[in-house]
């Protein structure tokens, strides 16, 4: 079967360091993606790892652990924008994505 | 580069009615996506198109859904009759093929059913 988890929410602080982590079983594995969607908007993709390791882009980060079925979203820096729901997908052996439940990341001032 | 357009943006019906979204995805790109988003929920993948064929439409209720891509660009999803259960937001995505790894979304249709 496939399965993601991922924590349904979060808050953190403006400024502060926050991780997102996301578990699989899933039919093959070609990639893990993590898209963001603030509310009523579409999702927007922000990262791709298919090998193990860190990836960072700008305040963001994803690591992969494929041995262990895991990865997370790092986000340093946390700006009110960052509000939003982040999404953890993976895109199994027939190229097909499978969509996380998505974490709603509420940010304070 | 214009994106994903989607139309209707929002859609109220009463059950048993049809209805049907329109998509047109970015110039290019041969692979579109339509997926189902319930509300705290992730997108669940309905039907895939690569040009003008359907690769994968297991997820799609094929009692009731229905969809098309006439000409391998702009793509219609119909529901007939709709149900309660149906109102979700609707989101159609596009992606240059199908192993590219980005997909671009769409604003999506929000159909509510009363």
């Known amino acids: 079967g496939q399965n993601i988890d991922q924590p349904t929410e979060m808050t953190a602080t403006e400024g502060a360091i926050v991780q997102i982590n996301c578990t699989y079983q899933?039919?093959?594995?070609?990639?893990l993606f993590w898209y963001q969607q603030h509310a009523g908007e579409a999702p927007t993709f922000l990262s791709y790892n298919v090998l193990d390791g860190l990836e960072e882009k700008g305040r963001f980060s994803s690591f992969l652990s494929r041995s262990k079925g895991y990865s997370y979203l790092l986000l340093k820096e946390l700006q009110m924008k960052d509000s939003a729901s982040y999404l953890c997908?993976?895109?199994?052996?027939?190229?097909?994505?499978?969509f996380g439940t998505g974490t709603r990341l509420q940010v304070f001032p | 580069e214009a994106g994903v357009v989607q139309s209707p943006r929002y859609k109220i019906i009463e059950k048993k009615q049809p209805v049907a979204f329109w998509c047109n995805p970015i110039?290019?790109?041969?692979?579109l996506y339509w997926y189902r988003q319930n509300l705290g929920q992730g997108p669940e993948l309905l039907i895939r198109?690569?040009?003008?064929?359907?690769?994968?439409d297991s997820q799609l209720p094929k009692d009731r859904f229905s969809a098309e891509r006439l000409k391998g660009v702009d793509s219609t999803l119909k529901i007939q009759p709709a149900e309660l259960g149906d109102s979700a937001v609707y989101l159609c995505?596009?992606?240059?093929?199908?192993?590219?790894?980005?997909?671009?979304f769409g604003p999506g249709t929000r159909l509510t059913v009363t």
């Open positions: 899933t039919s093959g594995f070609n990639g």
């Open positions: 997908a993976v895109r199994d052996d027939t190229d097909k994505l499978i």
């Open positions: 110039s290019g790109h041969n692979t």
């Open positions: 995505a596009s992606s240059l093929t199908a192993s590219s790894y980005e997909q671009y």
């Open positions: 198109y690569e040009n003008e064929e359907a690769v994968d």
